[in-house]
């Protein structure tokens, strides 16, 4: 997708891109208020409920909605964007461009990246089992004959899920912003009615409560940190698909809607525990009367639903941007819109996170024992952005260093804090985001390297691709009709697949095309800015096509521009695909450990076949081995 087409889809009223950016990128933020503030009372944390304590947690609920989301996220990292987009690797790559080739600290701020990345895929994989089955715990309200049926369901709606991802959300999303607009209007209405009832909750905007109540608790407040920043999970979110709908939609959602209706929930949950502690047994389904439970629990399961939607579909797009960007082996990416941005689905991961989040579903049991597991992976990546925006702020935008300084200072102390507390939570479930994030950070790690040492061993047993062709054309092999497309990874050197073919073919096709995918730097590119050709002579040419670490290249769409820029036809059974089917071998030669030279080739082998990822008719492709030594 190019930049004028992004854009124009864009070209909407503000008012319909709120609702659907409501649907979207509110979905995890706005389902937290079902287990937040019950996490902040567990039993575990040593916090009595008195009306002190009640008034404290929720003055810091308050303003950790304040400073983290609405100013941190909503007003200045909502700031740098990445050509509309956002996302860790789109911050991850201005951080990059604004300090150029620095060496060591270009590297420091590409692993930050990679490691914020990965810590969002322990959130993917938290959020769906957090989500739906704290929703289906209502049940246990509701019906409590179905109590024993709690986990059951959770797993059929989950797979469920998964299943239709395949199907695409195109005419669902219509659904989600409709749905989540009543569930937002749900939660400002129950808890402005419970606030009515005990206004005295209102002075909990007052800092002084939460000030008093870290100071009077100390520990136990400092624990209870890693349950008030369950209030926070989605904030990323917001900024990660500003791409999909700008970030005057996403402000105006927020400041409209999605803040005023998440602040009065909490504060009528705190109003509704001040004159009933034993709600504490689930605050937020007992805002509701009998009656209205099980609409509400419905509801809810819905809710968690969309909200697990939009964290999978972010789980699709941050692998596509890290395979372009050369970070994830190949894997088979299919589009399911031809209209709806990032409309993808890439079926190993699907599958993959079905797996896993199954696996927890079941170890874990109930949103109580997930909840620790749940503010880590968040809080990390919360502090990878900041760090990343200081960066941005310091050395693209060109902002007072003494400024930045001071609101980083205060930002970096407020995710330090939370982090730390998250890191108490580790024997109790902490450990799991951290093993997922670590797991996939080795794997990174480890394919971008052994990408580069493949790249250094071919460019140093390479053969310069200009004065070869001169050569080839001054005496030419046998010429036989047709066109020839060699698919190479540098448009400098000679394709291996064309050394192989003229030693055991001993032919050049009439019209031999060289092409080389390019990956920019910034999410999209223009369909002029796309194609670079080069006309070598003697039917030969160099393509060189440029993609944005959003798009996925498509050979099709490539023969298809230039035949309408450059006259060229390509009937498809005339046209053969030349490529080389590298295999990696590992050595004692300089470069990584042996062992991990070994997981390298076994990525490397199982990456997804070339003709899956750039489209090409595998009925039309010829491959010839060669083996590179790591």
């Not at 789109?90 to 150029?100: I, K, P, Q």
């Not at 060496?103 to 895929?121: E, H, N, T, W």
């Not at 209102?202 to 409560?209: D, E, G, I, K, M």
């Amino acid at each position: 997708m190019t930049n004028s087409t992004h854009a124009h889809e864009r070209k909407h009223s503000l008012p319909s891109l709120a609702v659907a950016a409501i649907g979207v990128v509110f979905g995890d933020i706005g389902t937290s208020p079902l287990y937040s503030l019950k996490e902040a009372f567990s039993p575990t944390h040593g916090i009595a409920l008195s009306e002190q304590s009640i008034l404290g947690v929720i003055s810091l609920l308050f303003w950790a909605i304040v400073m983290v989301v609405a100013v941190k996220y909503v007003l200045l990292v909502m700031r740098a964007d990445n050509n509309g987009e956002g996302g860790v690797f789109a911050m991850m790559t201005l951080a990059l461009r604004s300090v150029g080739n620095a060496g060591k600290l270009s590297g420091v701020l590409m692993m930050l990246g990679i490691f914020g990345a990965c810590m969002f895929y322990g959130d993917a994989v938290i959020t769906p089992a957090m989500s739906v089955i704290s929703a289906v715990e209502g049940l246990e309200l509701a019906a409590p004959t179905l109590t024993p049926y709690v986990i059951p369901i959770t797993i059929v709606i989950l797979i469920l899920l998964f299943y239709i991802q395949r199907h695409g959300t195109a005419v669902v999303g219509k659904l989600f912003g409709p749905i989540m607009l009543i569930w937002f209007v749900t939660l400002a209405v129950l808890g402005g009615y419970h606030i009515f009832i005990a206004p005295g909750v209102l002075v909990a905007l007052n800092p002084y409560y939460a000030i008093s109540f870290m100071a009077d608790h100390v520990l136990q407040a400092y624990i209870v940190l890693g349950s008030v920043v369950l209030v926070l999970t989605g904030a990323e979110a917001l900024y990660a698909d500003m791409g999909h709908f700008g970030a005057k939609s996403i402000r105006c959602g927020w400041y409209g809607l999605i803040m005023p209706s998440l602040l009065l929930n909490y504060f009528g949950q705190g109003a509704l525990l001040m004159h009933s502690p034993k709600a504490i047994e689930s605050p937020f389904f007992l805002l509701a009367s009998d009656r209205a439970l099980l609409p509400l629990v419905i509801l809810s399961t819905i809710a968690t639903v969309i909200a697990s939607q939009a964290v999978i579909s972010g789980a699709y797009s941050l692998t596509s941007q890290a395979i372009q960007l050369g970070y994830v082996p190949r894997m088979k990416i299919l589009h399911t819109s031809e209209l709806a941005i990032g409309q993808i689905y890439i079926p190993l991961v699907n599958w993959m996170l079905l797996f896993i989040i199954l696996c927890i579903v079941i170890g874990f049991k109930s949103s109580e024992n997930l909840a620790a597991a749940y503010g880590l992976a968040v809080t990390a990546t919360m502090l990878v952005t900041t760090i990343l925006v200081s960066v941005v702020m310091v050395n693209l935008w060109g902002w007072n260093c003494w400024l930045v300084g001071g609101m980083i200072t205060v930002f970096l102390l407020i995710d330090i804090g939370f982090f730390g507390a998250s890191l108490l939570k580790i024997e109790q479930g902490g450990w799991l985001p951290l093993c997922i994030g670590g797991a996939l950070f080795f794997l990174l790690m480890t394919w971008y390297k052994g990408r580069m040492i493949v790249k250094e061993r071919t460019a140093a047993n390479g053969i310069p691709l200009m004065p070869f062709l001169q050569g080839l054309l001054a005496y030419p092999p046998h010429r036989v009709p047709g066109t020839a497309i060699y698919l190479t990874g540098s448009d400098s050197l000679v394709p291996v697949s064309l050394l192989h073919n003229l030693k055991h073919n001993k032919v050049l096709h009439e019209r031999t095309i060289f092409m080389n995918f390019q990956t920019r730097d910034i999410p999209y590119v223009d369909d002029p800015h796309r194609m670079e050709i080069k006309d070598i002579g003697g039917g030969l040419f160099l393509v060189k096509a440029a993609y944005g670490f959003n798009e996925t290249p498509d050979v099709k769409a490539v023969l298809e521009q230039i035949t309408r820029t450059h006259a060229m036809t390509f009937e498809l059974m005339d046209t053969s695909f030349f490529m080389a089917r590298e295999t990696v071998v590992p050595t004692e030669l300089p470069g990584m450990l042996v062992w991990r030279e070994r997981v390298f080739a076994w990525m490397h082998q199982n990456a997804a076949k070339p003709t899956d990822f750039f489209s090409i008719p595998a009925n039309r492709v010829v491959e010839l081995g060669t083996k590179i030594e790591i």
